[in-house]
């Protein structure tokens, strides 16, 4: 099976940045869809952003557009969250996780990040002082 990892949560203050890593292990990296989500207390948990391994294709939510950046590195098996210009309601614990999305499937631009996500990381706290 699938193990996410996620790192690079911290303390900073408002306006500043922060590089979440989300390391993937144990199954086929192409295979998968990861996205990041966020729960912070007292909130639903919510879709920040995904990418699609095979290809790239990304989306991001419209509170974190222009703010927030992701990436992967397929070597590393590697995804990548840069987040700047942060925000105190950007303050949760963010989380990865993986929907399966082999490279054989298709799925319109508009459900990219929209599947069923079977595996998750431990979460990372990222915490933005006001």
């Known amino acids: 099976q699938l193990q996410l990892v996620e790192s690079g949560g911290g303390l900073v203050q408002t306006g500043g940045s922060l590089r979440l890593s989300c390391a993937a292990s144990?199954?086929?990296?192409?295979?998968?869809?990861i996205g990041w989500f966020r729960q912070a207390p007292g909130k639903e948990r919510e879709l920040v952003s995904c990418i699609r391994i095979n290809g790239g294709r990304f989306k991001y939510v419209d509170s974190v557009k222009g703010r927030f950046t992701i990436s992967r590195d397929n070597a590393k098996n590697t995804v990548y969250l840069q987040m700047d210009s942060l925000k105190p309601e950007d303050t949760a614990l963010y989380y990865c996780?993986?929907?399966?999305?082999?490279?054989?499937?298709?799925?319109?631009?508009?459900?990219?990040?929209?599947?069923?996500?079977?595996?998750w990381g431990q979460g990372t706290q990222v915490t933005v002082s006001l």
């Open positions: 996780a993986a929907d399966y999305y082999p490279p054989y499937e298709y799925r319109d631009s508009d459900y990219l990040c929209l599947g069923e996500y079977d595996y």
């Open positions: 144990g199954s086929t990296f192409n295979d998968y869809v």
